[in-house]
Structure formats: structure tokens, C-alpha cells
């Protein structure tokens, strides 16, 4: 399938209930909140979303970037349309769509190309497909990329280092039985809560890519870096239905065109980040171990595989696995 008729459906699927909207007004603000610091990849996400949006309408839309590190928080403000749009981890978002938590599923993508094909494919848009009927409106596909497991006390070269570390992760079911079945404590909180707790030692470690590590400063705190790249981390743009269903289908067509430029700025900066990322952090400091037994850890984690074959959407998570670029 090429990427236009991919783009063509992923339109058709996320915004099928505008037709017969009103003409959007001169200078409609639109507010979208992001988490991590506007340079970082979900800060260039947003910002290309607006300049691509303000430039696409001729300026009648004006787009009001805002950082906010409670992701949680976001998705609700979007869902009671406080605010228009967030730029999100999926990591709570599986608390509103639960088919979101089938890709926190552990070393269930080979690679970003595998992630990335297969959240543009059918799959991913499939998914997306399930936000109106939670009150949201998924409209593209970003990501944070693989997430690696920092820690404070000792280096992580086998899952038998990982027991009894007690480590931050988002609000996620499945990120959270991962760590138990490894043995460690997983502590959910909000990214905004994080380097405090790692301050006072509430939590020893966390788990992110190496693009928000960098960005957030967190060799400051940690002093361990493993490249576990045990989980595959989207994030997704997700906006009012309200909000989608004022816009004229023109300037819908402009909204998902600025949409797909955030969605190209974004990735790009991942892949930056992930090439330059592990020399950066070992001149500011860290310890990075890179040679990592992934088979021993999946094998650690077969307990947890097993329950969710039968918790989440098998059949999903067997196309996901199998998925090849035509």
C-alpha cells in the first residue's frame, strides 16, 4: 500500500464526522498543550504543527503552544475541551482507549521502521478509529521511540540487576506488570513528578527513550543508562471532537496536512536524538551499557507474554509481529 492511500485512509478513519460543518472564523486560536521542553521532539512536534498550520490557512488559524508535564491531565482537558489538542505519551492514554496499551507490549516492534509502518498502516488507524467513541479524536501518530531503563544504584546488564530497583513508569498497566515480572517496584507518577522523586530517592530509576533523557537532563539524576530498548513508545496528537467538527472540510484536509508535517519533524528528531544521544550522555557523565541480552529478557518476561496473549487483542498483536513493508 503506498503512503498516499495510507494518508487518504488515516484521513477518512479520524475525521469522518465534520461533514456539514460551518466555515471556520477569521483567526480561530486553536490551544495545544505538549509535555518536555519545546526543544525536544515533542516540542518540535507542536511547534511545526502550528507554523504548518498558521502558513497552510494564510494566518486565520493561530496556534497557542503551552507545556504541560501531566499527560494524564491533558488527555482530560482535551476530552472536556479546556484545551484543543495535546502532543501525548500513549502511556495514559491506555486509561481512555484501552486498544492503545497493544503497542506498550514489550519487544513487540523489530525496529522504529517496524513501529513507524505499522502505526501508519491499517493497524495504527484502526486504532485511531476507536478515539470518538472515548470522546477524543486521534489524529496522527508521533512517537518518543524505544525507551531504555536509567538507574541511580548499579549497572543493569541481566534482568536479575533490575530486582528490587524501585523505578518510576507512566500510568500504564502494562509497563507496570513488566517491571514486576523483572522484579522491580514500578512506581506510576507523572513525568512532572519525576526528577524530585529521583532527588529524594522516592524512586531509584525510570525508563524512557533516549530523546527525553537527553532533553530533560535526567544524567543530572541518574547515573546508570541501559540500553534495554524494551518497549516501543508512541505518542499520538489528539484534539476536541467538538474542536474537529467546527472546521469546514477544507481547512480539515489543512489540519491533517500540518499534522503530517509534525508527525515528519518529529520522527526525524527521534532518529537525531537516538544517533547522537549515547555519546552526549557519556560526555555529561553517564555509565551507558549498550550490550544487552534481549533474549534473556524476554525470557524473563514470559510470564507477563502470557497473560497478555489472553488479556489484549491476540490476533493484533500477531499482525503487529508479522508485518512487513509492501
Request: net charge positive.
Amino acid at each position: 500500500m503506498t503512503m498516499i492511500r495510507r494518508v487518504a485512509q488515516a484521513a477518512a478513519l479520524v475525521l469522518p464526522f465534520a461533514l456539514g460543518a460551518a466555515p471556520a472564523l477569521a483567526q480561530t486560536e486553536l490551544t495545544v498543550q505538549h509535555a518536555l521542553p519545546l526543544n525536544s521532539h515533542t516540542g518540535v512536534g507542536a511547534s511545526t504543527f502550528k507554523e504548518a498550520l498558521e502558513r497552510l490557512t494564510g494566518g486565520r488559524y493561530r496556534v497557542a503552544t503551552q507545556r504541560n508535564d501531566n499527560e494524564r491531565e491533558m488527555v482530560e482537558s482535551v476530552q472536556i475541551g479546556t484545551i484543543d489538542c495535546t502532543f501525548t505519551s500513549t502511556g495514559p492514554v491506555g486509561n481512555f482507549v484501552p486498544e492503545v496499551r497493544l503497542f506498550d507490549v514489550p519487544f513487540l516492534f523489530r525496529d522504529a521502521a517496524h513501529a513507524r509502518g505499522v502505526l501508519d498502516s491499517e493497524i495504527g488507524q484502526q486504532v485511531l478509529a476507536r478515539f470518538p467513541a472515548r470522546g477524543l479524536v486521534g489524529v496522527i501518530w508521533i512517537e518518543n521511540g524505544f525507551r531504555n531503563l536509567t538507574n541511580s544504584r548499579r549497572e543493569v546488564n541481566t534482568p536479575a540487576d533490575v530486582r528490587g530497583l524501585k523505578i518510576r513508569t507512566m500510568e500504564n498497566q502494562v509497563h507496570m506488570r513488566a517491571f514486576t515480572t523483572l522484579g522491580a517496584l514500578p512506581t506510576p507518577m507523572a513525568f512532572s513528578e519525576l526528577v524530585p522523586a529521583l532527588q529524594q530517592g522516592t524512586v531509584d530509576g525510570q525508563e524512557n527513550p533516549i530523546s527525553v533523557i537527553v532533553a530533560n537532563n535526567l544524567n543530572q539524576v541518574q547515573r546508570y543508562m541501559t540500553m534495554t530498548r524494551h518497549v516501543y513508545s508512541p505518542q499520538v496528537m489528539i484534539c476536541n471532537p467538538a474542536m474537529i467538527a467546527r472546521l469546514s472540510q477544507a481547512d480539515r484536509a489543512l489540519f491533517q496536512q500540518a499534522a503530517r508535517e509534525a508527525q515528519v519533524a518529529n520522527r526525524a528528531r527521534v532518529s537525531a536524538d537516538d544517533e547522537a544521544g549515547v555519546a552526549e550522555l557519556r560526555r555529561r557523565g553517564m555509565t551507558v551499557i549498550t550490550q544487552v541480552d534481549t533474549a534473556a529478557f524476554q525470557a524473563a518476561l514470559a510470564p507477563a507474554f502470557a497473560e497478555w496473549e489472553r488479556t489484549l487483542d491476540s490476533a493484533t498483536l500477531r499482525r503487529i509481529r508479522d508485518w512487513r513493508a509492501n
